[in-house]
């Protein structure tokens, strides 16, 4: 007994070790964001003398690019959802002919290189005047989202019984309004999990920023942390400090939706 | 929106004495109506960029054609310019090496971890789930740490190395060495790739039945026999969808090489992702961009074919 406790012990101290190498960037990170004299020079080792006077620099230059990016990346969500669910129902609970072929194109999709998707895009969207517009950026970002929540909702409304939405409609409801009222509420963790990935993937997005835009009216975060860090190698400090900002999106999905990551990281494509 | 109003109606005429196979037929199309918006966002944002892209890639593009409207179409021309880029061809090499370098990289270590942490000891799970943050960060964002950390006068790697005697007092040019910057963006990747080749393979090494093990264990294996004898082969199919899916987003890598590098120096870093964004978006000339993308999409298709055989048992149960 003693000694399985202290192998569990042992065990423990090397995931610690583990986990300081392979997160030591993200230290650093936080580390640099906090000494505003970390500008050119070398940085401290321990913010020793801490100060969020980088922060005030981030906010007051990066600010409107964070918002940008939280209105973008919402937008997403909301279009994804609304395009993801009553299809995810469908291919669950319809046993539509071709159903399954629509689920495998759905994986496909995944492997397309998303360079080639902005190649086309740009020239379409320059014709339709979507070009450096929110509603363009959020429309190409949903993409990033959509076969991930098809999949992961689908395979959730799999286990919705049929008996569930036939009740509903033999009292009177019709299939969407039975399909809003009891498939949606009961698919609540389901569309939780699917909306925070696809916000985070919107929020992480870079590419479509970089090249559906071509002045900075639509410019988030990921877009202002490149361009700012080319322009501004002196201030490192302030760079540090957007990129902490930035990250918190992903801490946040890491506390909140922890147990469903591992799901996210798959994407539906191991299973 | 549009679906309720469509709907609403449609089954209200349907409900109005229609014969029952008019009704039948009537609320099959009806269910196709909750498919459908999501089928046609698809097509479009995934569908028409396929074929747009092999349309393009036999287009003469210019600036002007943004003014213009016309993209005359010009045969092979573009093919025959990129072919003949020794940029294009050193991007190919250069392609190869990070994929091969950062899958090797991340899969090896990524496994280890997932072996270890396959152990029962006290946080491990929450210390799993925080390894998972270099994943989740914007790689934009992790390239733009890391170039501080590489940076050869003031970053803390060529301090620390220092500090331990390792390199002399002027550092490794880590990214500003057309001979090293390669090498460095492939560990960085293999840094941010790391957690999800541990989950997925910690993912798979649950599976594998316990008793598999005790029976090994009564048998006699060693550790490494073990390894070798029932997690690997166990292992595989999960193993191929690591490594398939590992390729097809490091092949396609643009964010984390031009926040790092641009490309450079020298182009050493330039790949097919960002040879593309530079033919297409800074020399404007979207049809040899096209191009460039479309090979992308050939390699990625070979790796599709093998992903999707690699599958195939799961598609086959129907679910």
Known sequence: ???????????????????????????????????????????????????????????????????????VALGAVVVCLALAAPAAYGLAQFGLRGGQGIVFGTLITQMVPGIVIANALYSA???????????????????????FAIVLLRAFMVSIPAEVVEAAMVDGANRFTAFVRIVLPMSRNALITA????????????????????????????????????????????????????????????????????????GGSVK | MTTI???????????????????????????????????????????YPLVRNIVMSFQHYTPKTYFTGEAPFNGLDNWRAVFANELFTDALWHTALFTVGSLLGQFTIGLALAVFFSRRFRLSGVIRAVLLLPWLVPMVVSAVVWRRILDQEHGMLNTALHAVGLVPADGVPWLSSPGVALFSAILVNIWIGIPFNMVILYGGLQEIPRDLYEAAALDGSGA?????????????????????LGFMSTVKILDLILALTSGGPADSTQTLGTVTYQLSFLQLDFGQGAVVGNVLILISAVFAVLYLRANRADFGKGK
């Open chain 1, 125 to 147: 969207y320059a014709e339709l005047g979507l070009v450096n517009s929110y509603l363009g950026l959020v429309l190409a970002d949903a993409s990033l989202g959509l076969p």
């Open chain 1, 1 to 71: 007994m003693n000694r399985l406790r202290f192998r569990s012990a042992w065990n423990t101290t090397a995931a610690l070790l583990i986990l300081a190498v392979l997160l030591f960037p993200v230290y650093w990170m936080l580390n640099t964001a906090l000494q505003p004299e970390a500008s050119i020079a070398a940085t401290q080792w321990f913010p020793t003398a801490p100060s969020l006077r980088n922060f005030d620099t981030a906010i007051s230059s990066q600010g409107g690019s964070l918002l940008t990016s939280f209105a």
């Open chain 2, 5 to 47: 109003t469509s709907i609403a109606p449609a089954e209200g005429t349907a409900g109005a004495g229609s014969t029952s196979v008019r009704t039948s037929r009537h609320r099959g199309l009806l269910r196709w109506l909750f498919v459908v918006p999501a089928l046609a966002y698809m097509a479009l944002f995934f569908g």
């Open chain 2, 224 to 244: 490494w026999r073990t390894f070798r004898s029932i997690t690997l082969p166990m292992l595989r199919p999960v193993i191929t969808v690591v490594l398939v």
């Open chain 1, 195 to 266: 909306g925070l990935f696809t916000f985070l993937f919107a929020w992480s997005d870079f590419m479509f920023a970089l090249t559906l835009n071509t002045t900075d009216d639509v410019k988030p975060i990921t877009l202002g942390i490149y361009q700012f860090v080319g322009a501004h190698v002196s201030d490192w400090g302030a760079v540090m400090a957007t990129a902490v900002l930035s990250a918190v999106p992903a801490a946040i999905l890491l506390v909140v939706a922890q147990k469903y990551i591992a799901a996210g990281i798959t």
